[in-house]
């Protein structure tokens, strides 16, 4: 019987490690990505800004103004008395 060359094998691990380790740093990215700009959208929703214009309604948004909205948030300003 002829041996079995392990050699062969180790490359193919190496490479299935690589791609396990990328996907879960890929993961992990797209949740923190994903918990910073639900951050950024609840800190914009409960807090006042100090000026500006309010943002508009959404049906009155255009494609990039809707983008902007859930990149940078709302705006609110301050009431006046």
Request: charged content about 25%; hydrophobic content about 45%.
């Amino acid at each position: 019987m002829a041996k079995r060359d392990s050699g062969d094998v180790k490359p193919a691990l190496n490479f299935t490690k690589r791609v396990v380790r990328l996907s879960v740093a890929a993961l992990i990215g797209a949740v923190v990505s994903v918990n910073v700009l639900a951050f950024m959208q609840a800190r914009t929703v409960t807090n006042f800004r100090e000026g500006g214009e309010r943002t508009g309604r959404p049906e009155q948004l255009s494609i990039l103004d809707r983008f902007a909205v859930i990149v940078s948030g709302v705006n609110i300003p301050r009431p006046r008395k």
